[in-house]
């Protein structure tokens, strides 16, 4: 087995995080794994959405979207179609999940955290490269309430990273990009902390089924990606 | 360790699979997984969506509902907010992808079937039970498409089936209901094949992370229940 | 003149009220005009919409749709058209003012009844359904409210129901099933009180006008079959 | 009883009705009752919708419409809104119906006429109003047609005409305005045709129920007033 | 050169200001520019937008619409299509804009003016006759608020008005029509104040670009039309 | 006066143009003027709408978004709104006409280009910064389609940028940034050919209005600017 972009199995595409790298934003953050190129922003607004009004706690919450050219073949603005669509929403809603299981929200105060990440080439493994990238993100905004007295306490309880797995001409492949992606048999996303706890595993069999061993091969393989991951997310956050 | 309904940890809920249950459908069946009862229809269209044209094979696509009052407080209907919100979607993407991996679309003709899973009574579990019963419908409906002689091969390729598992009060248990789901650390779905092979596996920490056994342990779970839900959708089909 | 259901003009289809139907529900019928099955549930709300706020009454809203394959051919689900056709909200309308009349609202407290008419199988009549069946389930809900004590007063002025008629091969006929409805030269909904009294009559003719006389034959048939249909409403709120 | 215009029980407003008010439009009429005033335009187009293609018929759709302040209060412009309410769909399918009755579709070849009715003040009877000017309009565009060889033979079966009736302090009166509607027990509309059959009887009650004798005098109440509202039709028409 | 209409290049077209046109708002107003008729609707509502509360400042916000059969060609309603164009938006800016450089907000006290413009018949140059004929409407709205005692000071700061101008055939023309707006190399709307300042210049090239010295010419045009318009005002309001 | 980022009156931002910015689109280019960023893609599809087909001529569309964090405050996504603004789409028609004027459309064969402005960082002028940067991205994309064999004449007809300028403490000042801008009494877009002709001129008055010897030197201060526009314009096409 040869993969497309010449890597072996195990290897992680070039993986870059440029931090401040919008203006305005607390948290900002350009990601990139390999040629997918995404811009993730973390928002600090006071107040929280109304389900949780009075009770002392913060929230997160996650938007995705991706210019009209970052694909191959140009796809319709969803501004302008009306509504996000279905994909969208899914990613949307993983990130936020994802971001939340690293803060403690009662640590948080009645704030709320909007993270957008915005792609702007795609490549495939976009998901991860959001999750991955807008951790940073938010570790950026969270020293920027402490700065602004907005913290009594510091609600990161651990740091999240994504990659994405699959099995690839029959054999396990971390990281895969789109070339890969639109071969795989099968494709799994992982959603890990830095103690190596998961937080999501998404694994969907695109052609064939897939069995539980390669599960488990797979599973073996995203542990030991995600831990350069954080590897990285350290030295971006320790240089600055 | 007590399950709110008494039940083993391995033990499914009183699971039903009434077929004919409305009379236009080609395939329609209600599925009850205790007191979550779906409604699952199949129809059959035919013409394929534009990306298909041409190319001599069909197509299957989903779309999921809940009843306003089909929950413990009411929501608000989708049709009258005018979209429907990003958990529909996930969903019906899900039992999408699952009843596709039932088929060999090149067998299927220029044809589309429409899955439509409506919710009549939520009670936990009801992606799992959708997936589940409206694989029955589908077989009742190419059944259908048999006699009236739309079929000249016989597109199914396996049965397909979904069962929830989670962590409850730290221990893995099997198709949670809306009491333990809504208490659950962790919750997986699993959507497999009659052969064993995985289609989706779909696991989320809500509260702390997972470890790799602890999948491990939910998965055998699910499979185990799994192999008893191949054998319901069996005796339904071979009842007349 | 031959019905295609070989009833008599005069006769009502086989009608069922089945109580209790879901179990979240205040109210919850299942009700039942021949093929036509309709869902319908009545939810109680505390506080009413701006418009009536702080004058101490209550208010009732309806909300009416039907699953895509009740229906012959599959009709494309209204939440993902993003919105709800005339046709739906004429006869939401129509189930809303129909059950206000059965209410005095000043003793219903600052409440909102919310009645979900879903249809589940559609052979014509399906807001006359709708109508005598959420009366049935609006009194459940009702006896639901008083035993929370949110009640002071009975709101419960008086019984409704609802009956089609029309002009079939000349002569009119009770209670029009989708043949019929079909082919009738007039179709007539009337919504009457237990006393008799008319809330809504609505005729239409869909081929030749219809005449003053042929009205009023319409309108002495809709009455017999409304007392029947009255009868059966108390008959259903007796058995337990 | 002594109604607010100080008009007799049997009387008319002031009806008006103004013969190619707009320009570009192949039928245009300001009909006005009273101080309710409504531009009926008819649209000629070539083509018919998709449900009727190559029948060899036509069609007539209508669409409603009030300006932001044709009424006390403004309302806001259903454009800006996103959609169209229940009472505008409502409304527009009944003119729609109302002005089909008129026309043999057969004869009308593979065109579809579009009418709108925009209320530019509204005083009460909107929905009458449009479809009696609109019936204006309607000859003007078929008489158009038929100078431009669009036609072969002549579509129109009969004249179609609208009034409200309903019961003011206890006593059926012609034609509300904004103040008895407002007020009114019971709101009667009819739609008929010069030969003196129904084409649509819709009556509501709002607050008491109605009794048949009470419809009955309503309903002889309008077939009177109609009849003059035919004549003016008539003079409208017969004037350059 | 000879315009379409055989007007002299300086000429504008029959201007007409009908004001109390319908009877609810507080100023309304029919302005014709030859044969391009638009109401002019101001209505007073108290309370600002959030941005503004507390600030002790009104505002005034402009909608825009056309009847669809004000053009040569039915065009489809906004209501139904379900939202506003993009030509519609940018008019309504516009006259809102242009409006507001009329009042001194801080007099208005927190109420808010809704000016409606809706064309019922186009004939080109439909944003500056509502712009024109807006401004007489907010004239008398203002002096209907001082009737009822809701302002302290008059914040009318200056009169506003708005002319078209274009190059056509090679020779700069004043308030263009339809045939000659279709034609035209240039299209300059000007938005003046009575004292001769301007509020908004936008011209457009529509084939070859303008020069600096015919955007000068043009806005000579431009200010002679405007005065004969502040003239037409102020005629009209000085009449009862 | 001084200008707050110290620049002189006649002084442009620091303008870089990036070519092949992103991988994908026939044509890529980030711009920046100062601290805003642009990214404009510019992408090619045989075909051209509905209205053009059969003429033998090509199309050039534009569309403009903003990322949620491109401004100081936060804001919402259009695509989550469920509709783009007015002022988004008002920017995206100038942008469409401004480039439409640089080429010969029938030049161009059945091809539609799709012209997409993303603002990842904003500071003032991202409508011309889109215009000037999206011009050089068309350059691009016109070598990629000559270079594939689907151009046989060459459609550029001359080359289009854009300035703002503003009256800034009672001078004219070049090209606004986000402060001057929020400040500004007066703000003109000058959108001009290389051979100095306008294509479009939109000046509004924010506070006071403005005079034409104001306007005049605006426009004069504006084509210097734009000629320096244009000469870095040629650079970025001439370095490869």
Redesign the interface.
């Known amino acids: 087995m040869k993969r497309p972009s010449g890597r072996a199995a195990t290897e992680l595409r070039a993986i870059r995080l440029t931090r401040h790298y919008?203006?305005?934003?607390e948290g900002?953050v350009l990601v990139e794994f390999g040629?997918t190129?995404v811009?993730c922003?973390v928002?600090v607004?006071s107040g929280v959405p109304r389900f949780l009004k009075g009770q002392g706690q913060g929230w997160l919450t996650a938007?995705y979207?991706m210019?009209?050219?970052?694909?191959?073949e140009?796809t319709q603005?969803?501004?302008?179609?009306?509504?996000?669509?279905?994909?969208?929403?899914?990613i949307?809603?993983l990130i936020g999940?994802s971001l939340r299981?690293a803060l403690d929200m009662g640590k948080l105060g009645e704030n709320t955290l909007?993270v957008?990440c915005?792609v702007?080439?795609?490549d495939g493994g976009t998901r991860t490269a959001s999750i991955t990238g807008a951790m940073v993100a938010l570790v950026d905004a969270l020293a920027a309430m402490k700065k602004r007295g907005q913290l009594k306490q510091d609600p990161l309880k651990q740091m999240v990273a994504a990659v994405s797995v699959g099995i690839y001409q029959g054999e396990p492949v971390l990281d895969l990009d789109y070339l890969e992606d639109s071969a795989a048999e099968t494709d799994?996303n992982v959603v890990?902390?830095s103690?190596?706890?998961?937080?999501?595993?998404?694994?969907?069999?695109e052609g064939?089924?897939?069995?539980?061993e390669e599960?488990?091969a797979m599973?073996a393989l995203a542990r030991d990606g995600l831990h350069e991951l954080f590897a990285l997310q350290r030295v971006a956050l320790e240089t600055e």
């Open positions: 919008t203006k305005h934003a900002s040629d190129k811009i922003t928002s607004e938007e979207g210019l009209p050219r970052a694909t191959g140009r603005r969803e501004a302008s179609r009306g509504k996000q669509g279905g994909r969208t929403l899914e949307q809603r999940r299981a909007y957008d915005d702007i080439q795609a799994l890990m902390t103690a190596g706890g998961f937080i999501e595993v998404q694994g969907t069999a064939e089924p897939f069995q539980p599960l488990n599973l």
